[in-house]
């Protein structure tokens, strides 16, 4: 199965009379049956995601496994260090989501529109300030996660989120887009996505 039919399960259900029937998804490494919640492993080579089961996940969690990585599976955020809306504004990006990956050419920011992940110019002096500040903005694994934030008129939501994740709110934006300002229905999937994050995420723990 390819990387978007095997992240189709992430898309916004529609609200359903009857559940559907399960989609039979396969590791993308060996060709077993995998099951909802199976993981998912990075290859490097062609930056893409592939679903695994847990035998050759397990193979890939290890960093200096080479080709392929295991992406982990915490959500944080740190509640006691919050990103303030001036610090947000500092570092100059123009849309409301962005998400910020590590690998090797460095780090880089994303955000989700209609013809994908777009790579935004970002200062990195600004954002090494504000790490400094934010250790939770520190602790991404290269390749496989990524800090995700969303600014609106309430505040500026952060997390630490594995990098599938971002694919997920690449594809819901894609899939539901329309017009210049994405459309109700773009919002509202949006708007799940992160309800459902915000139920997912752990507090950072206080260190000591
Ligand atoms: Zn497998
Ligand atoms: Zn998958």
Redesign the pocket.
């Known amino acids: 199965m390819n990387q978007r039919g095997g992240l189709r399960r992430f898309r916004a259900p529609a609200p359903a009379p009857e559940p559907a029937p399960p989609e039979v998804e ?7 049956l ?1 099951d909802p919640g199976h993981g998912h492993v990075v290859d490097l080579e062609h930056r893409s995601i592939m679903c ?6 397990l193979l890939f969690t290890r960093p200096e496994a080479g080709r392929y990585r295991a992406v982990p599976d915490r959500y944080l955020h740190d509640p006691a260090r919050q990103l303030t809306t001036a610090e947000w504004e500092g570092l100059g990006i123009p849309v409301g989501a962005v998400f910020f990956l590590r690998g090797a050419d460095g780090l880089a920011a994303f955000y989700p529109s209609p013809a994908g992940a777009t790579e935004c110019l970002l200062n990195l002096e600004t954002w090494t300030e504000l790490a400094a500040n934010h250790p939770l903005l520190g602790m991404v694994e290269p390749e496989v996660e990524a800090i995700l934030i969303r600014a609106e008129q309430a505040g500026v939501e952060c997390y630490l989120v594995p990098i599938d994740a971002c694919y997920q709110l690449v594809g819901l934006v894609r899939l539901h887009w329309t017009g210049f300002d994405g459309g109700p229905e773009a919002r509202e999937a949006i708007a799940g996505f992160f309800a459902e994050l915000r139920s997912r995420v752990r507090p950072l723990e206080p260190e000591g």
């Open positions: 396969r590791c993308e490494l060996c060709g077993t995998v695994a089961c847990r035998a050759c996940y």
